[in-house]
């Protein structure tokens, strides 16, 4: 299987294990990131994971990462029952993730996982207390679009991609941000400069993904 038919398994599993007619109703569709999957699939192909051993590691991070996603979602423009159906989606596709891991016996990944899944929200606490000139915001927001995949990194022994991924997913986010400051400025052109030298291992799908950012 070649790499977007991977993500499209992927993605389509996702889709499946999520849907859901009441909730669908009131709530928007999820959003899948699909440089996420790519990333989190070429990282596991270059550590010889076994490829359907790698499909369900990425599609049990990605059902975490939809959990964190809609539980950001929640606000007060919401009225009462979009705003309870919208946790309660959270919470079940977090529900999800936990249990296809059970089933296979992964105690280790779920542990890396629910790790990662702390330090994320330690990180969206503090992000908050933060003004947008610290430094150390960009730190925070670089642990919460990375720990998911530098704990998988970590779990497969992967370890220069925790780092890359650390770089990569926060200049993403940066990047994304409509209003952009001297600061975060100057921390675009750091995590450029962190990625200027990608390691060999990187395939071609994740530089020619990820080259409009580095451009």
């Known amino acids: 299987m070649d790499m977007q038919q991977q993500i499209e398994r992927v993605r389509t599993r996702i889709q499946q294990a999520t849907a859901h007619s009441y909730v669908d109703r009131y709530i928007q569709p999820r959003m899948i990131d699909e440089d996420r999957i790519l990333f989190a699939l070429s990282m596991l192909r270059s550590a010889q994971v076994e490829e359907s051993i790698a499909l369900d590691y990425v599609f049990a991070m990605m059902l975490i990462q939809l959990a964190l996603d809609t539980h950001d979602e929640v606000d007060e423009q919401q009225n009462s029952q979009q705003k309870q159906l919208t946790v309660l989606a959270g919470d079940l596709y977090s529900g999800l993730y936990y249990d296809f891991l ?9 542990r890396r996982f629910a790790e990662a899944i702390k330090e994320i929200n330690i990180q969206k606490i503090r992000l908050q207390q933060l003004s947008s000139n610290d430094l150390e915001r960009f730190h925070c927001i670089a642990v919460i679009e990375s720990a998911l995949l530098r704990q ?9 991609w925790g780092e890359l991924a650390y770089y990569l997913f926060s200049l993403r986010r940066v990047q994304r941000e409509e209003t952009k400051s001297d600061i975060s400025c100057e921390y675009i052109d750091h995590c450029k400069r962190k990625l200027q030298y990608l390691p060999s291992c990187i395939h071609e799908e994740v530089k020619e993904r990820f080259s409009r950012l580095l451009a």
């Open 152 to 160: 998988l990194a970590e779990h497969v022994h992967a370890h220069e």
């Open 102 to 110: 059970a089933r296979r016996h992964a105690i280790s990944l779920i």
